[in-house]
């Protein structure tokens, strides 16, 4: 399994987390961008965060954190999650103009 594409889970619940935020965030991308998320662009934008080339826009708890990231050549807003090295959702655009990033600016 791929490190960068997933997080290795170890049990059955953390795979089936995992399996869900992929299909939950690649639903999304289809939805909000218009984006048709292969596995390689999946890949692509957690590489992009976890090297340090996307935005970070603000934190969400203790395990979501939201990124700007360009997939396609179109910026996008994702919420990653830090536990299971995933995607957890496409953010809608306007989300960057309603954040507490934006407004403490």
Known sequence: MNTLSAFSA???KD???VNKQK????WRAWERY??????????????QILFGHACFIEKDG???????VSVQN?????AYDKK????????PENTWFTST????I
């Open 10 to 12: 170890k049990t059955k």
């Open 15 to 17: 795979r089936r987390i």
């Open 23 to 26: 299909r939950h965030s690649t």
């Open 34 to 47: 218009r984006l048709t998320l292969t596995e390689e662009d999946y890949t692509d934008v957690i590489r």
């Open 62 to 68: 203790n395990r979501i954190e939201k990124y700007l």
């Open 74 to 78: 179109k910026p996008c807003i994702v």
């Open 84 to 91: 299971h090295r995933s995607i957890a959702s496409f953010l």
């Open 101 to 104: 990033f934006y407004n403490s």
